[in-house]
């Protein structure tokens, strides 16, 4: 592996994402054989926002390869204001064997993993959600047999899920189409990002703010809240910009006959997306929340795994050796 950390999908190479998707494939499938896979290792799991589908598949996740989880919730750690990232960083890595952490500014889980001598897993900042893109495509994957040549449709905000759905299908070959409202596009850098990496994997990156466009003849439609956490006072707004960004039954129309429908979850039913359109046979999005589970633990299985941590400094078996 190119990192010793998943802070990002840009850090690693193509077929370095396929190794994750591969074995997350295995794991799901023969969940036994991996029960022993990171024994006796603690992950902490550092949590400045709320969450349901991070906050368990981690849990569950590295309880089902034989660690311990150690939830560490916003009032606890106080990251940055009780301690300072470095402090928080080079205490934990002296007492656990991996770190996820979910928080605002990307900066910081960059800092986090650049002094934390173990692995550090970026479990969302306002920037990216890496973890969410590898369930995503796998999902995709399961249902499509195939991720080569689709057409994957966001529509909604270019947020943290746009970026990393967009930086995982450049890295996979995929065509990603995001539609926005003017100035709610992905970030600049990101799509140059993904613009560069798709001549070299044959995919494509196109942003729009046309929904019917993106939508036209998907193989998948994607989208996530208009309002993220951390943004609840710009949500009366926001509500009323993205209303014809809506995915509904008229715009899944736009799709193929046969298009999946795919949220990352949390949804605001009646908002980005109608009821009849997430509770319908082609929508994926519970079989996706589960995928987080699996990838999490082929990536904590390839990061925390034997071999995969630095040695620490070498430790006296007696206490009479340091008085010599
Ligand atoms: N999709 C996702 O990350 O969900 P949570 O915010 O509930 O963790
Ligand atoms: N864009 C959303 C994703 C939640 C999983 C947020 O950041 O709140």
New binding site residues.
């Given amino acids: 592996m190119k990192s010793k950390d998943f802070i990002s999908i840009r850090d690693f190479a193509p077929q370095e994402i396929w190794h994750f998707l591969d074995v997350a494939c295995q794991i799901k499938a023969h969940p036994q054989a991996y029960s022993s896979a990171l024994k006796g290792k603690t992950l902490a799991m550092i949590f400045e926002?709320p969450?349901l589908?991070?906050r368990v598949s981690f849990d569950v996740g590295i309880e089902e390869l034989g660690g311990h989880p150690l939830y560490l919730s916003p009032a606890e750690i106080s990251l940055g204001k009780r301690e300072s990232v470095y402090d928080v960083a080079k205490n934990l890595e002296r007492m656990v064997q991996g770190i996820m952490i979910r928080t605002f500014a990307h900066d910081i889980a960059e800092q986090m993993a650049k002094h934390a001598s173990v692995p550090v897993i970026n479990g969302?900042t306002?920037y990216s959600?890496p973890c969410?893109a590898l369930a995503d495509y796998l999902t995709m994957l399961e249902v499509k047999g195939r991720l080569g040549g689709l057409k994957v449709a966001y529509i909604g905000?270019g947020?943290?899920?746009?970026h990393s759905l967009m930086f995982a299908g450049a890295q996979l070959g995929v065509e990603v189409w995001i539609a926005t409202p003017p100035g709610y596009e992905p970030d600049g850098a990101a799509v140059a990002w993904a613009a560069e990496r798709c001549v070299a994997t044959h995919a494509s990156c196109t942003i729009t703010n046309d929904p019917v466009v993106a939508a036209d003849r998907a193989d998948v439609i994607y989208t996530?809240?208009w309002?993220?956490?951390?943004?609840e006072a710009e949500a009366r707004t926001r509500r009323e910009v993205f209303q014809p960004y809506q995915v509904n039954a008229g715009l899944f129309a736009c799709a193929q006959p046969d298009a999946m429908f795919m949220h990352?979850?949390?949804a605001h039913r009646g908002d980005e997306v109608t009821d009849d359109v997430i509770d319908s046979s082609r929508s994926f999005v519970f079989q996706q929340a589960e995928n987080r589970l699996h990838v999490q633990k082929a990536i904590m299985r390839e990061l925390m795994g034997d071999g995969a941590i630095p040695e620490r400094e070498k430790v006296p078996d007696s206490v009479l050796e340091l008085v010599k």
């Avoid at 309002?227 to 943004?231: A, D, K, N, V």
């Fill in positions: 926002k969450s589908r991070t969302l306002d959600h969410q905000d947020n943290n899920v746009a996530d809240v309002t993220s956490m951390g943004q990352c979850l949390p």
